[in-house]
């Protein structure tokens, strides 16, 4: 059960951890090891460069404390940027991988038809989400970056991303009935240990699209406006 609360810059960064421990998968992609003792939040984000306002924002946000709005005159869009950057590594190339070996190894031995059937639409998801990712750092992230340079490029701004911006996780809820309704397996702590990593990555997966469309998003119309207004 976690424990609820605003977290502010004072507040030891073990207790936040230990209150809500979804929080490590926070630190990690603001590069945050663990190690640090009794210091604070702000004492701890500064020691590894980071900005404790954007720091307090998505940890806050993620624990339905407060809105967007309260955060959004004290955060820093590159560390944001660098944030939801190391939020994309870490789904690509550690998350979804690892479930894919893990699903792999839990119906290796199942029925034959079903399983085949499993693996290629696990594998088709993962092609969405990383289509939906790979636009983000190859379109999206530039533009940002060029924005935070003071310029503002033609035929493109935010709106456009915030309108085609799907929810990739709506996929894995599938998944989760197929494996939930019609695999027979034999054994059951392999499936279902797959299958608790794909209901907290379905989470966490939302939990990323929440902070890009209640935070990002604003914060990037706000810089796109104040670029206009200066021209």
């Not at 900005?51 to 955060?71: K, R």
């Not at 009935?177 to 054994?187: C, F, R």
């Amino acid at each position: 059960m976690y424990i609820h609360g605003t977290y502010h810059r004072d507040t030891r960064m073990s207790d936040l951890v230990c209150d809500n421990y979804p929080v490590l998968l926070v630190m990690s992609r603001f590069g945050i090891a663990l190690g640090f003792g009794d210091k604070s939040i702000g004492e701890v984000c500064e020691e590894n460069g980071v900005h404790v306002g954007t720091f307090l924002a998505v940890v806050n946000l993620l624990l339905d404390e407060g809105e967007a709005n309260d955060y959004k005159d004290n955060i820093s869009i590159g560390a944001l940027l660098d944030y939801l950057h190391n939020s994309h590594d870490y789904f690509l190339n550690f998350r979804l991988p690892t479930i894919r070996r893990n699903l792999l190894g839990a119906i290796d031995c199942g029925a034959k038809d079903i399983s085949i059937v499993i693996l290629r639409f696990f594998d088709e998801y993962v092609a969405e989400v990383q289509k939906h990712m790979r636009y983000e750092e190859t379109t999206v992230f530039p533009y940002v970056t060029t924005l935070l340079h003071g310029e503002q490029p033609e035929m493109y701004s935010i709106d456009v991303f915030r309108k085609r911006h799907d929810q990739v996780e709506a996929k894995l809820t599938e998944l989760k009935n197929i494996l939930i309704k019609y695999y027979p397996a034999s054994g059951s702590n392999e499936l279902n240990g797959v299958l608790f990593d794909i209901f907290t990555c379905e989470q966490d997966l939302a939990s990323h699209n929440y902070i890009e469309d209640y935070l990002f998003i604003p914060a990037i119309q706000a810089l796109e406006s104040k670029i206009e207004r200066a021209k």
